[in-house]
């Protein structure tokens, strides 16, 4: 199992690599199935993966001059507030019992992976039916959209904190659609802004948990493959049906991890 677990964290980089986002839907996941590791500190730990693997992406990408440092800077900011505040003093106060419909229990291991799950699908269908191939609205501008970039930031930020996701596919329509950014510059800025994200939600979380270093370095370096290798697989097959078919398959872990814990939980 912990051999699968390794080959399955290769995809984490492969798809930051290949559509800028999606690392974090396969990285929680990994933990907590494959690796047996608790929903809470699944989401801890994916922020430091995520995060590392996106930040190398993210400098492969800043050398081609596909990385908009400013609009990562800018739109970072919000972001980048609202998850270390939410791992710092929000995540700290959740209870393991959160509330009970009738005899059932509502944990906080269950909720969180629900929640994540319901992402995943979401995701997922975004992925599949968006056949967009025009890199967007060309003529908008940062001041134009500034309260709508300023609450896609905090709500990106918030679920980065809460689910360990880095929001990478709410991110790449943001850049495209409300900022005219060409999808490959988009990708790579994304990387940046996740990386940020994820890396200082990560430092919100020292502390709480006792953090496995080496089994934290191990998986990283595997991820990090996988940004090589979606480099490589990025100039072979085209990037709309590598996104659809990423979509098909977030799709089906999404169903699979609802359907897993409710029968659990019953």
């Not at 950014?181 to 802004?193: D, F, H, N, Y």
């Not at 994200?197 to 020292?206: A, E, Q, V």
Request: with cysteine; charged share 10%; proline share 3%.
């Amino acid at each position: 199992m912990e051999t699968l677990a390794y080959l399955a964290s290769i995809f984490i980089g492969i798809s930051l690599s290949l559509i800028g986002g999606g690392g974090s839907i396969l990285t929680v996941p990994v933990l907590v199935y494959l690796f047996g590791i608790s929903p809470l500190v699944s989401t801890s730990y994916s922020l430091f993966i995520v995060g590392s693997t996106s930040l190398v992406g993210a400098f492969t990408n800043y050398r081609k001059g596909l990385v908009n440092v400013k609009t990562a800077t800018l739109f970072g900011l919000t972001s980048i507030t609202t998850v270390f505040l939410t791992r710092k003093l929000l995540i700290p106060l959740i209870p393991n019992s959160l509330f009970h419909l009738g005899n059932f229990t509502i944990t906080e291991p269950l909720l969180t992976m629900i929640l994540f799950a319901i992402l995943m699908v979401a995701a997922s269908v975004g992925m599949i039916r968006d056949k967009t191939k025009k890199p967007g609205c060309l003529t908008c501008n940062l001041k134009g959209n500034l309260i709508r970039l300023l609450l896609s930031g905090i709500g990106i930020g918030l679920t980065t904190g809460l689910l360990g996701a880095g929001g990478g596919f709410l991110l790449i329509p943001t850049l495209v659609l409300f900022l005219g950014m060409p999808m490959r510059e988009a990708v790579g800025t994304s990387l940046l802004i996740i990386a940020l994200n994820s890396l200082i939600g990560f430092l919100g979380d020292l502390g709480h948990f006792t953090i496995d270093w080496l089994f934290l370095s191990k998986v990283t370096t595997v991820a990090i493959s996988g940004i090589v290798l979606g480099t490589w697989l990025s100039k072979r097959i085209k990037s709309n049906q590598l996104k659809e078919g990423f979509g098909w398959f977030v799709l089906a872990m999404g169903v699979f991890i609802i359907t897993k814990e409710l029968f659990s939980a019953l």
